[in-house]
Each structure stands twice: as structure tokens, then as C-alpha cells.
């Protein structure tokens, strides 16, 4: 009765939501740098290669990131 509509209807309604998609879910996503970025290079993040510039510095080829900010199509990260 009323408990399963009280448990079910959370459920049904994160179904609805939609799901974050492209760079805007890419925030706070952990990577791996493919080409340095020095200042502009590319990482793979959740599957997809994605260019990148760091917030500082320079990031070498295979390092641990994370995405911090987006900008247009370009994220920006920093080590992890």
C-alpha cells in the first residue's frame, strides 16, 4: 500500500532525471593523460580521449588526472 508507493516513488522519479552527459559529466573524473599537456594535449577519461590543458604546469604522457573545470570542449585538470 502506502509504504511501496513511499519507497517506489523516489525511484521512479530518479529514473526521470536526466542523466549528465559529454564534458559536463566528466567533472571530478580521474584520467589519463595520452598526449603531454604542454600546455594542450589529450587524456582519456571514462572511455572517451578528450583535450585537455592543465590548470598549472605541465602534465606528462600516462600521469593521473582529475577534471576541474571545463571550458567549451577543453577540460582542464591537474594531477591526481
Same mark, same amino acid.
Given at each position: 500500500? #502506502?509504504? !511501496?508507493?513511499?519507497?517506489a516513488?523516489?525511484? !521512479? ?7 549528465? *552527459?559529454?564534458?559536463? #559529466? ?9 598526449? #603531454? !599537456? =604542454?600546455?594542450q ?7 572517451? =580521449?578528450? *583535450? #585537455? ?14 577534471? *576541474? ?5 577543453? !577540460? ?5
Amino acid at each position: 500500500g #502506502a509504504s !511501496l508507493a513511499t519507497v517506489a516513488y523516489p525511484g !521512479l522519479k530518479a529514473q526521470r532525471a536526466p542523466s549528465p *552527459t559529454g564534458a559536463p #559529466a566528466l567533472a571530478r573524473q580521474h584520467g589519463r593523460v595520452v598526449r #603531454a !599537456l =604542454d600546455p594542450q594535449g589529450i587524456l582519456h577519461v571514462k572511455g572517451e =580521449d578528450w *583535450t #585537455a590543458r592543465p590548470v598549472e604546469g605541465r602534465i606528462p604522457k600516462g600521469a593521473a588526472i582529475v577534471v *576541474t573545470g571545463i571550458k567549451g570542449l577543453t !577540460l582542464e585538470v591537474r594531477r591526481s
